[in-house]
T-cell receptor, first 114, second 116 residues
Framework: NAGVTQTPKFRILKIGQSMTLQCTQD?????MYWYRQDPGMGLKLIYY???????DKGEVPNGYNVSRSTTEDFPLRLELAAPSQTSVYFC?????????????FGPGTRLTVL | AQSVTQPDIHITVSEGASLELRCNYS??????LFWYVQSPGQGLQLLLK??????LVQGIKGFEAEFKRSQSSFNLRKPSVHWSDAAEYFC??????????????FGRGTQLTVWP
């Protein structure tokens, strides 16, 4: 099993550009999550999904969109990149609810918006 | 509202010394508590978790944590630190009810440096 994979690993965007961060898991987990990690701030939940076709906002959803058409994939879309979106983005999945079950994390995508 | 506080931003210990990382939480019900570790350039990995029962829980890599309800704490310990333990450690509280069902709330992390 590859676990949770994310692409790309690094990306530099100009202000106003758009991009999609890809996330795939091969563990057949229903629950998937997107976090952002800023220095000294821990992880903040952006969006999560409890299954294909079902998504919901987390703590910091503004400026992002998600979709979940399959169990395996959970892409994160940035429509109009802003410098405030410079961060490291982690995708995670879990068999059950994250609050009570282990989450498995991808290696992260480091995004810089200039 | 639920929250997690890790009072120590950075801790430095010598290899072979004991380690304790502090974590305090705020949650109205019995918490689900986790410690995750993040090695440089990697995602997070679960060290251990507490749901109920014995308040001293054992995890991977020789780590343990003790849940103290009276102090709202879940401190992580290791008797003898190895150089490979250098990483960032995150405490987290899980929510199993209400409008934020299923979410995990992370502390800001403690960076551990190990001197040889």
């Amino acid at each position: 099993n590859a676990g949770v994979t994310q692409t790309p690993k690094f990306r530099i965007l100009k202000i106003g550009q758009s991009m999609t961060l890809q996330c795939t898991q091969d563990m057949n987990h229903n629950y998937m999550y997107w976090y952002r990690q800023d220095p000294g701030m821990g992880l903040k939940l952006i969006y999560y999904s409890v299954g294909a076709g079902i998504t919901d906002k987390g703590e910091v959803p503004n400026g992002y969109n998600v979709s979940r058409s399959t169990t395996e994939d959970f892409p994160l879309r940035l429509e109009l990149a802003a410098p405030s979106q410079t961060s490291v983005y982690f995708c995670a999945s879990s068999y059950g609810l994250a609050g009570v079950n282990e989450q498995f994390f991808g290696p992260g995508t480091r995004l810089t918006v200039l | 509202a639920q929250s997690v506080t890790q009072p120590d931003i950075h801790i430095t210990v010598s290899e072979g010394a004991s380690l304790e990382l502090r974590c305090n939480y705020s949650y109205g019900a019995t918490p689900y508590l986790f410690w995750y570790v993040q090695s440089p350039g990697q995602g997070l990995q679960l060290l251990l978790k507490y749901f109920s029962g014995d308040t001293l829980v054992q995890g991977i890599k020789g780590f343990e944590a003790e849940f103290k309800r009276s102090q709202s704490s879940f401190n992580l310990r290791k008797p003898s630190v190895h150089w490979s333990d250098a990483a960032e450690y995150f405490c987290a509280v899980g929510v199993d009810r209400g409008s934020t069902l299923g979410r995990l709330y992370f502390g800001r992390g403690t960076q551990l440096t190990v001197w040889p």
